[in-house]
């Protein structure tokens, strides 16, 4: 199944499911599911840690280790919706609101400066 043929909704179902057949629900506080999602994106950093920006670029489209970051996203992915259930919020509206916020914030045209600029500015200015 791909991004476009199945609803946040079901995948939050079929985890609800998933979690209520173990038993899990007494381990799914939202402070641990939220030390999960750091634990795995840690996890995912550590994919990436010492590697340059091109590096990284390699990593990510490497067969192998594209592998095996897609399965620290999907841990990622499942504690964030798991943290979803477990606190009754809803996605969609979340993420929607925070995208508003985050076009008014930021308009369309704006470019940050790089962090190489910003080093080599910080270091002329310093």
């Known amino acids: 199944m791909t991004d476009n043929e199945i609803p ?5 179902q079929r ?3 998933f979690v209520a057949s173990r038993q899990w629900e007494q381990y799914h506080s939202p402070k641990n599911l939220a030390m999960s999602i750091a634990i795995e994106a840690a996890e995912l950093m550590e994919h990436f840690q010492w590697s340059t920006t091109e590096g990284s670029q390699h990593i990510a489209h490497n067969a192998t280790t594209r592998s095996q970051i897609a399965d620290e996203l999907a841990d990622i992915l499942i504690y964030c919706l798991h943290f979803a259930n477990a606190t009754d919020i809803d996605v969609s509206s979340a ?4 995208l508003a916020q985050n076009e008014a914030r930021f308009p369309a045209g704006f470019v940050p400066r790089s962090a190489d600029e910003s080093d080599h500015h910080r270091t002329e200015h310093s």
């Open 95 to 98: 993420i929607t609101t925070k």
């Open 15 to 17: 985890l609800q499911q």
């Open 8 to 12: 946040i909704g079901v995948i939050r």
